[in-house]
Nanobody, 123 residues
Framework: QVQLVESGGGLVQAGGSLRLSCAAS????????MGWFRQAPGKEREFAAG???????TYADSVKGRFTISRDNAKNTVYLQMNSLKPEDTAVYYC?????????????????WGQGTQVTVSS
């Protein structure tokens, strides 16, 4: 069983930065794709960023150029550096993983999720 624990969320002013972490246990993340999703109130969970088992990254258009996903396989941890934050980035951020090497864009392909961490950006 894989456990994921997110941390690093908080309240920040527009234009500020936050760094989210996702620590995994129960299985190595090495060789598996990891994804960061977000869910705003009343909306569906949406893909924000992903990193493949080999380190290839991809981003939603809404965060491209502002967010950076990275992984440290030795620490079994994935990160999401978020810069130039906007009020519309406000959401609960979740990390997920599954059985795939390549990045998956739909939440249904992920078998394991963390509890989420709240990010609130004030204007």
């Amino acid at each position: 069983q894989v456990q994921l624990v997110e941390s690093g969320g908080g309240l920040v002013q527009a234009g500020g930065s936050l760094r989210l972490s996702c620590a995994a246990s129960g299985r190595t993340i090495n060789g598996y794709a990891m994804g960061w999703f977000r869910q705003a109130p009343g909306k569906e969970r949406e893909f924000a960023a992903g990193i493949s088992g080999g380190g290839i990254t991809t981003y939603a258009d809404s965060v491209k150029g502002r967010f950076t996903i990275s992984r440290d396989n030795a620490k079994n941890t994935v990160y999401l550096q978020m810069n130039s934050l906007k009020p519309e980035d406000t959401a609960v951020y979740y990390c997920g993983t599954g059985r795939y090497y390549s990045i998956q864009y739909y939440a249904s392909y992920y078998n394991y999720w963390g509890q989420g961490t709240q990010v609130t950006v004030s204007s």
